[in-house]
């Protein structure tokens, strides 16, 4: 049983920066594809960043530019790191694990709040 437990989340001005980080448990995350979503009040989820096994990269447009997505396999963990942070840009972000390249991600971690505001 695949395990995702999200840190760093929190208050942050706009223009400022956070680092949000998952650590996996219960698999080997080094054969997995593994990213970020996120949900605002009244919104849907929204795919923010994926990175694929193969290290390969995609973010939805409104992050490009601002936000990376980086994993250390060694460390069973991802990181999202996010610059120029932006009031729309406030929601809950939560770490996903997919066990196949196409669909949707079959494992969750419990989200973590990222707030901006002046």
């Known amino acids: 049983q695949v395990q995702l437990v ?28 593994m990213g ?6 009244g919104k849907q989820r929204e795919l923010v960043a994926r990175i694929w096994t193969t290290g390969s990269t995609d973010y939805a447009d409104s992050v490009k530019g601002r936000f990376t997505i980086s994993r250390d396999n060694a460390k069973m963990t991802i990181v999202l790191q996010m610059n120029n942070l932006k009031p729309e840009d406030a929601a809950t972000y939560y770490c996903a694990l997919w066990t196949a390249a196409f669909g949707s991600a079959d494992y969750w971690g419990q989200g973590t709040q990222v707030t901006v505001s002046s």
Do not use: K, M, N
């Not at 999200?6 to 594809?33: H, K, M, N």
């Not at 970020?36 to 009040?41: D, E, K, L, S, V």
């Open 6 to 33: 999200e840190s760093g989340g929190g208050l942050v001005q706009p223009g400022g920066s956070l680092r949000l980080s998952c650590a996996a448990s219960g698999s080997i995350i080094s054969t997995y594809d």
């Open 36 to 41: 970020w979503y996120r949900q605002a009040p």
